[in-house]
C-alpha cells in the first residue's frame, strides 16, 4: 500500500461539507486547513489535517511531498468545455476586433460551421492530437476532469468520431473526461433551411448510434434563436432522456428565449450560459433543482457586458457553478483561475464562492460529487498545488500562471 504525506500547506483548501453541492452562504466555506497537509493511501484521500497531526499519522515509508508554504486545492473540475475540434477561429477574432459582431460572423458562414469544415475534414488521430495538446493547457491551470463535448461534427459519422476521440482522451490524458453528445449545436449546411430535418437526423440516427456505442453520458442542445427553439430542443431532449442520457443545455446565452424555464421543465441536470436569464428563470431553476453553470470567459472574449446574474441565483439558493467553456469560438481559454477573476471583476463573487463552484459544485453537476471535488477522507486525491500563500490569490493575479504541480490519484502528471 502506498502512502504519502503532504505536509507544510500554508493553506490546504479542503472544501470539506455537507455531501451535495453548496448553496448559499456554504458557498463562502471552502474549509481552510491553516498549515495544512494530507495522508493520501493508494490514491485515495486516508486524513486532512494540520502538518503535525498528518506527520505523526504517516507510516515511517511514506513519501513525503513538502509543499515548501504554498497553496493546496482539489483539482479543479471543469463542467463546461469543447476540447475536440480542428484548427481554430484566430481570423474571426480578429474580425471581431474590426466590429463584427458574433453573430454577423455566423450569418456569414464562420462561426460553429467554420469549425465544422475543419472539424470533418480531420481525422480521429489529428483531432486527438491536437486536443492533447488542449488537455495538457488544461492540467497545467490546475484541472483534473473535465466535461467534453462533440457539436463541430454535425452528421452522423462525424459526431461519432467526435466522441470516440473523447473517449480515448480520457485514457490517454491522465485525466478524467466526461462525454457529452451535443450533434444539435447548430444546422450543416446540407440542412439549411431544414431545422426540423435535421433534428429528425439527430433522433433517429446520431441518438441511437450514440447510445449503442455508449459513447456519452449527457445530451447537450444550444437552444437559442437562430439555432434550435424551444419546441426543437424540447423533442430532442425528451428523445435523449428516453433513450438514457442525462440532459445538459446552452440556453439564454444570446437572446432571452425561455431556455432557464426549459431546462427546468425537462429536469436537466443543468443550464449553462444564461447570460440573458432574468428572476423568473432563476426562479424556476431552483424550483426544479437545475445546477447553473456560468461562463463568463465567453461573454469577455466576444466582448459583450452582460455577465449571468450569478448573486441572484447565489441569494436564490442554487448550486452555481464556474467553467471555462473552452472552444475556438468564443472561449479560447483553458484557464479556471483566469474564470474566477472574471467571476469576481464582473459577477461579484467571492473568490471562495468561486472555488466552490469550480470544484465541489462542479463535481456535483457532473454526478461525481461523491468521488471528487473535496479533498476528504474517502475522496479521490485529485488535487493541485499553485505558487501563492492565500487561495484567493488565484482570482486576484490573472494572465500569469501559478499552478506549481498537479496530481490526480495522488501521482504528479505536471510539475516538478
Do not use: W
Not at 57 to 67: K, T
Not at 341 to 364: C, D, R, W
Amino acid at each position: 500500500m502506498k502512502t504519502i504525506a503532504v505536509i507544510n500547506a500554508a493553506q490546504l483548501v479542503t472544501l470539506a461539507g455537507p455531501r451535495r453541492a453548496r448553496i448559499g452562504e456554504e458557498m463562502s466555506d471552502v474549509a481552510v486547513v491553516n498549515d495544512g497537509g494530507m495522508l493520501i493511501r493508494d490514491g485515495m484521500v486516508a486524513a486532512t489535517g494540520t502538518s503535525a497531526q498528518i506527520k505523526r499519522a504517516a507510516p515511517a515509508d511514506a513519501e513525503i511531498i513538502d509543499v515548501n508554504g504554498r497553496v493546496v486545492l482539489p483539482g479543479f473540475v471543469d463542467a463546461h468545455a469543447h476540447p475536440v475540434f480542428g484548427g481554430n477561429r484566430v481570423d474571426e477574432f480578429e474580425m471581431r476586433a474590426r466590429g463584427a459582431s458574433y453573430e454577423e460572423i455566423a450569418a456569414s458562414g464562420g462561426g460553429i460551421r467554420s469549425t465544422m469544415r475543419r472539424t470533418r475534414a480531420a481525422t480521429e488521430a489529428e483531432l486527438e492530437q491536437q486536443a492533447l495538446q488542449h488537455l495538457r493547457r488544461f492540467i497545467a491551470c490546475g484541472t483534473t476532469t473535465l466535461e467534453a463535448k462533440s457539436g463541430y461534427g454535425l452528421s452522423v459519422d462525424d459526431e461519432l468520431k467526435m466522441l470516440r476521440v473523447i473517449r480515448s482522451l480520457g485514457d490517454n490524458s491522465g485525466i478524467e473526461v466526461v462525454p457529452t453528445f451535443l450533434g444539435a449545436h447548430a444546422v450543416p449546411p446540407e440542412y439549411e433551411g431544414n431545422i426540423a430535418g435535421y433534428a429528425e437526423l439527430v433522433m433517429n440516427e446520431m441518438l441511437p448510434r450514440v447510445v449503442a456505442e455508449d459513447l456519452a453520458e449527457y445530451c447537450d442542445i444550444f437552444c437559442e434563436h437562430g439555432y434550435f427553439d424551444s419546441d426543437i430542443a424540447r423533442r430532442i431532449l425528451k428523445d435523449a432522456k428516453r433513450q438514457g442520457l442525462q440532459l445538459r443545455m446552452h440556453v439564454d446565452q444570446l437572446t432571452n428565449s425561455g431556455g432557464a424555464a426549459l431546462a427546468a421543465e425537462l429536469g436537466a441536470t443543468t443550464a449553462d450560459h444564461l447570460e440573458q436569464t432574468e428572476h423568473d428563470g432563476i426562479a424556476a431553476l431552483k424550483a426544479a433543482n437545475v445546477q447553473p453553470v456560468l461562463l463568463p470567459g465567453s461573454v469577455y472574449s466576444l466582448g459583450k457586458t452582460r455577465y449571468p446574474r450569478a448573486r441572484d441565483m447565489i441569494e436564490t439558493g442554487l448550486a452555481v457553478v464556474l467553467a471555462t467553456d473552452f472552444n475556438p469560438g468564443s472561449s479560447p481559454t483553458p484557464s479556471i483561475p483566469m474564470v474566477l477573476s472574471l467571476a469576481a471583476t464582473h459577477m461579484k463573487m467571492t473568490p471562495a464562492e468561486g472555488v466552490t463552484a469550480a470544484t465541489i459544485n462542479a463535481a456535483y453537476s457532473l454526478g461525481r460529487g461523491d468521488k471528487i471535488g473535496s479533498l476528504e477522507p474517502g475522496k479521490v486525491a485529485n488535487f493541485a498545488i499553485f505558487d501563492c500563500e492565500d487561495f484567493r490569490e488565484l482570482a486576484y493575479y490573472f494572465g500569469i500562471p501559478q499552478t506549481h504541480s498537479v496530481y490526480v490519484r495522488g501521482e504528479r502528471i505536471f510539475g516538478l
